[in-house]
């Protein structure tokens, strides 16, 4: 059955090694191609919804990385996703439509700003667009296709958060920047160049917000400091490495770097401590655009999207230690985040930075997901295929396993389907060893079409365990 499955990847990842070839010359950072070298089973195919999204790209020192991602951006992939791609040049150096020639001019805009205005410009682009929805990333790194989907397919007008797709280890500073004030704060920081989408309104209101409170130029110029922090609620993170281009001089780096991202982010907190939990003037009263004063609790599910197919893999099981998060007053964030990084041992984070949830659906088997401290009763591993469902005629839920994790499907677990609603296999798994002690297990759909599937724990198993690969034939 690997070997079946090594042959898709191989295919899925040549169109792949292709598709970035064309955007990228024999330059093109290794990683990239190793990344991209073996992907999921499914070839991506796009949805038949409407291009409503625009992609909004800053230019500043990386112009060859932008080239690629523009080109990425305008294939055949995403047409049915992103309508028009925004190209904001901070540079000096004015570019046009004709530096771009594998992308229709119809869907190339392109702004040669006479200043330099830094993060703002992201927010301006989207504010201005004429989709509802915005994509936003960093000329840094490249995103496959079918993860630029997933944020579109998955985010909606009722979304509470924008979505952004963070590496590991700013995932986990994020959730160590989780805070909670009573009555009325509850936040998070998060980045936007890894990958985020938004909706238009939600880049008015921010920008309404910041007119609102008279910030400066230079306060405006680092919006990204602010835009998470000040949302007021919890924000919806999936891991996502991404395939990193390297290249030009990158702007945050350093001491200098990081105690320039300390400083906003902490004004953001006070900034939000005056509006919703004001105990020493001056206050901020009023009708306060963007900030959320709508009660929020804390979700505690991870979320990886798929390579090579058009999903998202969830899970609730437990995959940090607890961590306090509330506090007195949101200007304590970075100084509660130092507190809980000094709690922690390596061995308490080590396994969410080197197996994170998105290798198991990273159609790579040299790489693991490891759950560090086993499964509670009720614990959930979920595929969800995003509102497509599945034909199900001979389809097969599939894990690419170690020892571990064999023992925990087999004697712990229950799989389900979803259709209309939940319904559980009838078939138990079986298993079938294969080489460097993996085992690959798996199970049998029901007759009726499929929009998801789910590992349902039974029972508490306290041992660490590891998934190399989840997929669905």
Known sequence: MWITRLFFIVLWGTFTALLIKKISPDDCPSSSASH????????????????????????????????????????????????????????????????FATCPADRLKITNSPLNLYFQARFLACAEAATPFCFIQDDDYLILP???????????????????????????????KRIRVQPKIHTSFAWLGHGAIMRRTQAQDFLALMKHLNVSNDVMKMADNYYALMANVFPEVWVDQGIELGGGEAFTQGVEGAERNNKHITQAAKYLDRIMNCLHPPCIHGDVPFVSSEDQFLSLIHRAPCVGQLCLLETTIQLLP????????????????????????SSHTADYLRHPLSHAVDGKKETKFCIPKGVRNGDTITLDFLGVKAKTEHRKINFLVDHEARSLLIAAANLQFCGNGWVGSSQPFTCVSIENDMHECSSSSPSFDISAVQILFVRDVERRACFQEIWVV
């Open 146 to 176: 079918e993860i630029i989907q997933a944020l579109r397919t998955r985010f909606s007008n009722e979304s509470t958060s924008a979505i952004y797709l963070l590496p590991p280890h700013e995932a986990l500073s994020s959730a160590f």
């Open 322 to 345: 607890f961590t306090q998060y509330d506090l007195e007053s949101a200007d304590q964030i970075l100084e509660n985040e130092n507190l809980i990084r000094d709690s922690f041992t």
């Open 36 to 99: 991209t070298s073996q992907c999921s089973l499914r070839t991506f195919s796009p949805s038949k919804q409407v291009a409503d999204t625009t992609a909004v790209i800053l230019n500043w020192s990386r112009f060859p990385n932008v080239v690629r991602i523009v080109s990425l951006l305008c294939s055949s992939k995403l047409e049915n996703t992103i309508a028009t791609i925004h190209v904001w040049n901070n540079s000096p150096n004015k570019i046009s439509k004709e530096d």
